[in-house]
């Protein structure tokens, strides 16, 4: 983190400020990590903070360090939109469009607090006062830890920070094995060991605790699974209808786009999965090598985020999404080649 910003975060962190931080809509590790480890190293300085999010997170992620000092944004409305408007200082994680934080949008939109943002994703808005954005960083709780240690505060980086953190970054490197983890990434891996977060334990809890009803979904997904040779492309399938007979839940298909990338030759892998709540088809979208996933889910899918790793969704039908796709990828065959 550049001098210059760390001096301006230090001048407005007083005790005067009423703090909230907000992660994105459907939150995952790193957002939820990111929130409440940099919500406990306020607490740690004296500050007055609180973490709202705009909806349910993961019940694999529900293990996490002072999980229930979030506030749900659609559960907890009232108290939420209190804090939102008391606030005189936000902190705005893991995302950099006012666009992924749902119907907290307009709260953000008329507030007269100062903004912060720490946001790893590309091209961002311009709407705060402090920006401190990076792509090349692999995950929001690593700019978080240089956050704090460019405050000076790496001793009050507690197990349960350290914990908070660890997970965000282990999460959204992909368990340390995507391109953005670099040496810099296991050093701050080391340091968060050294202050008390338990990686097997950790591990343990966001992977190896799997309910029947994920693993019969998987099973789904692979059986729904297309290889495109000629592409080096695959992409899985599922409709609300098999999310509902497996007894569908946040989070339960976190990673199942990555057993598409696995998958021998495989560049570009997608999974396309029907939301009838919304209307849309969600879509999350990998890659191996320079094909950039950002700019293609950009392009076609009103959605962003990395090179290898991308976000977006369809107005189209199920049906009608997968067949767009496979329209588009003759544009695409020789960057896929």
């Not at 296991?186 to 340091?191: D, G, I, K, M, T």
Request: aromatic share 10%; hydrophobic share 40%; charged share 20%.
């Amino acid at each position: 983190m550049e001098k210059a910003l760390s001096t301006e975060l230090k001048q407005l962190l007083t005790k005067e400020q009423r703090i909230v931080i907000i992660g994105h809509k459907n939150p995952d590790g790193d957002a939820v990590g990111s929130t409440l480890g940099l919500h406990l190293f306020f607490e740690k300085l004296g500050l007055n903070s609180s973490v709202v999010l705009p909806n349910d997170f993961p019940d694999f992620l529900k293990w996490m360090p002072q999980a229930d000092a979030v506030l749900n944004f659609e559960k907890q409305n009232q108290q939420a939109i209190r804090k939102l408007e008391e606030a005189t200082l936000i902190f705005t994680l893991d995302f950099n469009s006012f666009a992924r934080v749902g119907d907290v949008q307009s709260y953000l939109e008329k507030s007269e607090a100062t903004f912060v943002m720490i946001d790893h994703h590309q091209q961002p808005d311009d709407y705060a006062t402090v920006t401190y954005t990076d792509a090349t960083i692999g995950s929001t709780c690593e700019m978080v830890f240089n956050v704090i240690e460019a405050l000076d505060g790496l001793e009050h980086i507690s197990a349960d920070i350290a914990t908070l953190l660890y997970t965000g970054i282990m999460t959204d490197t992909g368990s340390f094995r995507f391109p953005s983890t670099t040496a810099r990434t296991h050093r701050v891996v080391a340091s968060l060991l050294d202050c008390g977060a338990n990686n097997a334990e950790i591990h343990q809890n966001v992977y190896d605790t799997n309910f029947t009803s994920r693993m019969k979904l998987l099973g789904v997904a692979l059986d729904n699974l297309v290889v495109l040779e000629e592409y080096n492309t695959a992409y899985i399938t599922i409709s609300q209808k098999e999310l509902d007979d497996n007894h569908f839940k946040k989070g339960d298909t976190e990673g199942f786009v990555n057993y598409a990338l696995s998958v021998s030759g495989i560049k570009f892998a997608l999974i396309f999965i029907e939301n009838k709540q919304e209307n849309i088809v969600k879509i999350s979208l990998r890659s191996v090598g320079d094909f950039s996933v950002n700019e293609f889910s950009r392009a076609y899918y009103n959605g962003g985020g990395h090179n290898n790793a991308a976000g977006g969704r369809s107005l189209l039908s199920l049906d009608e999404t997968v067949k767009q796709f496979i329209s588009i990828l003759p544009e695409y065959k020789e960057a896929l080649s």
